[in-house]
């Protein structure tokens, strides 16, 4: 199993956390997006959308993270055979990558990669918001529930990737008690690592 990562993308990362906390062995390919690595011809061959994380099992080719992780976790703890705790799951993942993930992921990857400029600070200013009503509704859910879907599933790691560097974004988590108590249950589930 080889996996072509990028280290300073939190959706990498989700599939790395997994891979580990399911004991899987993997190799790593690095993919610097920064220099324009997953753009060359060679990459765009795996994957066209010119994305990481990209997954090859044996000859099976799998991009989007969210779908690896459903893909690896599949007949594991992490997701619930339960079709409506199953179904849950997906609900978080998908409210992830459209309501925490474009809005976090996005003004971390401005503030971290692009210089301060006018059109940096307006991208950043129209991301404001949205993310912090993600991580309203997270605050909200984790008021009531340790972890998103019962127990410690693939919504958590799908939504913890970013919100645990959220501040690198400018979303400091002060204000979101639970979600930064829900981090720290994160941090000690069996085979935890770190982003970097």
Not at 59 to 79: C, D, K, M, Q, T
Not at 169 to 186: H, M, Q, S, T
Request: charged share 20%.
């Amino acid at each position: 199993m080889k996996l072509y990562n990028s280290a300073i993308s939190g959706n990498s990362y989700k599939v790395r956390l997994l891979l580990s906390q399911l004991g899987i062995p993997c190799t790593i390919i690095p993919i610097d997006i920064l220099k324009g690595e997953s753009r060359t011809a060679e990459f765009l061959k795996i994957n066209p959308n010119g994305r990481t994380p990209v997954l090859d099992d044996n000859g099976f080719v799998l991009a989007e993270s969210n779908a690896i992780l459903a893909y690896l976790s599949r007949g594991s703890r992490f997701l619930p055979d339960d079709r409506r705790r199953w179904a849950l799951v997906f609900q978080w993942m998908f409210f992830e990558q459209y309501s925490h993930e474009p809005y976090i992921a996005t003004s971390r990857f401005l503030l971290q990669h692009r210089l301060d400029s006018p059109e940096r600070a307006a991208a950043l200013a129209v991301r404001r918001e949205g993310g912090l009503a993600a991580l309203r509704v997270m605050e909200g859910h984790l008021t009531a529930n340790n972890f998103f879907v019962g127990d410690y599933t693939i919504a958590d790691i799908a939504l913890f990737a970013y919100s645990h560097v959220s501040h690198e974004g400018g979303f400091p988590l002060d204000d979101f008690p639970k979600i930064r108590a829900w981090i720290e249950r994160v941090k000690i589930q069996p085979g935890f690592i770190t982003m970097y």
